[in-house]
């Protein structure tokens, strides 16, 4: 990619100086999610992403249930498997090893593990595929907001004006520090180093000395990566500046230090170093300007969360800026972004901390996971923890009603194919089994499927975008209400 240069052009005549409906700081997975979001529905958004060039190392994460389904949601999906790997969904929580639960509630009961690059520059190409400009080597410096929108300031002195700005800029968020939004929680207390290199030894003697190490439950792995290569995990000797990267010596002398020997490490590809400092921001939005992802919340990476919280929070952020800014819903709906999506990552901090407590080498937490692994052999202990670092178990309060409301929809059989099939444009959808219902002005956003097949265990559903049920029943006026709360008012 050339730096400052935009890899498409828009679909509207947002060229500099003109105004963008929606500047994004940040070209992650998050900000490109978000990106691709609200080119579904033709806002003009423009993504600055202060690298000039990809990460130059490869690291695997996992897309979790709730992330593949999103991506299904989107037809994404089948792109992503080209470049990943599906993984049993078992033992996620503070890695104590457990099958995958019985029966889970998704069609996508599984990981995706995948290079974390490929899955940036894939979600990348889909934003710009569908109009989003992305501009490498430009990093937000400074901004002031108004009534009307927001000016911001670039590095390199260039002013951009837009209605709204979204820091998807990660830990470190300059948006997040300018805007002055608090960051309260917890330094890093343990730093972990992580990387990528070859070995020494055969195969059976790192299995055997990686065997004995997980008995101790510390924070430590030797995974195979192809060719030699061997991902490597392993309890640093104390915090350091995570500016600064580890050396190879620093590698050897923990693992001797922790397994008894340093396998023989030789050649990394990357190496680096990660705390366990759990941080939330105090306020997701702040007029125009809005936090998502890392930029609003840090935690330590056990159970793999961190990456498939920021990508749910772009799903969810997407449709209701858009509808924000199309005209048609009240300034209020934006509100709920945070209403909704805080108290999920406070769940997230308060579980990673818990899992870091297990992992400790300690009497006391070692005696606590020895407790809590019995109790995982018991499948709805299993199923529980499992639905909550995958994220399908999430619930929003949408105010009183049957449990099936403010729950994600799993991927159901529909006539002429499949739910999510029918979801890829991001509009609202729906399901009526009566054939009596109808939505009416709400039709250019939602669409009605009356199939009295469909399983579900109730008359009728409305889905919002992000595939959340948003009303459950069968009368119209009733539907009617809830269309103008999720999608404002009927168009004529």
């Avoid at 178990?393 to 529909?414: A, K, N």
Wanted: charged letters at 25%; one cysteine or more; aromatic letters at 6%.
């Amino acid at each position: 990619m050339n730096s400052g240069q935009f890899t498409a052009e828009p679909s509207s005549t947002d060229t500099a100086g003109r105004a963008f409906d929606v500047i994004i700081a940040g070209c992650g997975p998050t900000g490109a999610m978000l990106a691709a979001e609200l080119r579904l529905h033709d806002v003009r958004v423009l993504v600055l992403e202060k690298e000039t060039e990809p990460a130059s190392f490869v690291r695997i994460v996992a897309l979790h249930m709730r992330s593949i389904e999103l991506m299904a949601m989107r037809g994404l999906l089948d792109r992503l498997l080209e470049h990943g790997r599906r993984r049993p969904v078992g033992g996620l929580f503070a890695a104590i090893p457990a099958p995958a639960p019985k029966d889970l509630d998704s069609a996508y009961a599984w990981l995706l593990g995948i290079p974390q690059p490929v899955l940036v520059r894939l979600l990348e190409e889909h934003a710009v595929a569908l109009g989003a400009r992305v501009r490498h080597g430009g990093a937000v410096a400074g901004f002031e907001q108004d009534d009307d929108g927001v000016t911001v300031e670039l590095a390199d002195g260039e002013r951009l004006r837009t209605r709204y700005l979204v820091g998807c800029d990660g830990a470190r968020s300059t948006v997040r520090k300018l805007l002055g939004v608090g960051f309260p929680g917890e330094p890093s207390r343990n730093e972990t180093l992580m990387g990528e290199m070859e070995v020494g030894v055969p195969p059976e003697e790192i299995a055997a000395g990686a065997a004995r190490v997980r008995e101790t439950g510390q924070r430590f792995w030797l995974r195979p990566f192809g060719a030699g290569v061997y991902s490597i995990v392993v309890p640093a000797a104390g915090v350091g500046d995570r500016a600064v990267a580890p050396t190879l010596d620093d590698f050897r002398q923990q693992l001797r230090a922790v397994a008894g020997t340093d396998f023989g490490v030789h050649s990394p590809r990357w190496l680096s170093r990660f705390g366990d400092a759990t941080r939330l921001a105090e306020h997701y939005r702040v007029g125009r300007v809005l936090l998502a992802g890392d930029a609003a919340h840090i935690h330590p990476p056990t159970g793999g969360q961190g990456l498939n919280l920021g990508v749910q929070d772009a799903v969810n952020l997407g449709w209701k800026l858009a509808a924000r800014i199309g005209g048609r819903v009240p300034d209020a709906l934006l509100d709920t972004y945070q209403a909704e999506r805080r108290p999920v990552a406070a769940d997230v901090l308060d579980n990673t901390r818990a899992q870091m407590e297990l992992q400790a080498a300690e009497p006391g937490p070692r005696a606590v996971r020895r407790l809590l692994t019995e109790l995982i052999d018991i499948d709805e202990v299993n199923r529980r923890l499992t639905e909550k670092i995958t994220a399908v178990g999430i619930r929003y309060d949408f105010g009183e009603g049957p449990d099936l409301l403010g729950r994600r929809m799993p991927d159901v059989d529909v006539a002429g194919g499949s739910l999510y099939g029918l979801l890829h444009r991001g509009r609202g959808l729906l399901l009526d089994r009566t054939g009596r219902l109808t939505t009416g002005g709400w039709s250019d956003r939602v669409d009605h499927l009356a199939d009295p097949t469909v399983a579900l265990d109730a008359p009728c559903v409305l889905l919002r975008p992000d595939g959340h049920v948003a009303w459950v029943g069968d009368d119209q006026r009733d539907l009617e209400g809830h269309l103008s709360r999720w999608f404002g008012e009927p168009a004529g």
